[in-house]
């Protein structure tokens, strides 16, 4: 598998406006070269290192960017730009519930997705606009799947949706974060290692449940209002949970 400095299988021009080598720049060359080095190192790389990198002398990156703080902004837009043209170029699986799916599933993505992980955990706007895209298409397959009879309804379709994609973002966070990969740069292998590993135990979940009765639920909307789009009965027939039973 190559690392994250393996160049994209893709025409330059698929990576969106934002892509150094569609214009060949000298400022181009730095940002995308900074955009890995963060990737593989953090936001606590030097300018130093991402010059040597990128071939030039650290006044020059300066020069370009005024600061570091400014090119780790820059990077965050590159980064955003390259995201949404993922998702135009694979919508059928990203708008699928996939995105995460396709991002690690392709060498030419992993600086991508590196990135997205240090965003992750630094709480940057990459992070942020990351998560709300993954919510947003998870709100729409889901309401596919609840049409479908695939899943069932819930009493607040929105908040179960974030829930979701939080405990996704969640668990893959931690899992390379307690076990990364051998190779730092190596950034899909940890990605296809946690979905392997929790894949089974997720489905198991979704399909068979956790608990064995319904009494947690039941006890808990005594105490809570109704969500704003009201009480919906989100299993197989049973009364609404503010009804009483015969």
Not at 100 to 119: E, H, N
Request: with cysteine; glycine share 8%.
């Amino acid at each position: 598998m190559r690392s994250v400095d393996a160049a994209p299988e893709e025409p330059d021009q698929a990576r969106g406006p934002l892509v150094p080598a569609s214009d060949g720049s000298t400022r181009g060359r730095i940002l995308d070269v900074a955009m890995r080095r963060f990737a593989r190192s953090g936001f606590g790389a030097s300018v130093r290192s991402i010059a040597a990198d990128a071939g030039v002398s650290p006044a020059l990156v300066i020069h370009h960017f005024g600061s570091k703080e400014k090119l780790h902004l820059a990077c965050d837009e590159y980064v955003l730009a390259w995201i949404r043209d993922v998702k135009r170029d694979s919508i059928g699986r990203a708008a699928g519930g996939n995105l995460l799916q396709v991002l690690s599933a392709a060498d030419q993505y992993a600086p991508l997705v590196g990135y997205v992980l240090r965003s992750l955990q630094a709480g940057g706007a990459v992070g942020r606009e990351f998560t709300e895209h993954m919510i947003a298409d998870a709100e729409v397959y889901t309401a596919e799947a609840v049409r479908d009879g695939v899943v069932r309804p819930s009493r607040d379709e929105a908040a179960r949706v974030r829930y979701l994609v939080y405990s996704a973002l969640g668990a893959m966070l931690l899992s390379v974060t307690l076990d990364p990969p051998q190779d730092a740069e190596d950034v899909t292998a940890a990605m296809r290692r946690f979905m392997d590993e929790l894949y089974l135990p997720m489905l198991e979940l979704f399909t068979d449940g956790f608990l064995t009765t319904r009494r947690m639920l039941e006890d808990y909307l005594l105490y809570v209002p109704d969500p704003p789009g009201g009480a919906q009965a989100a299993t197989d027939g049973t009364p609404h949970d503010h009804e009483e039973e015969p």
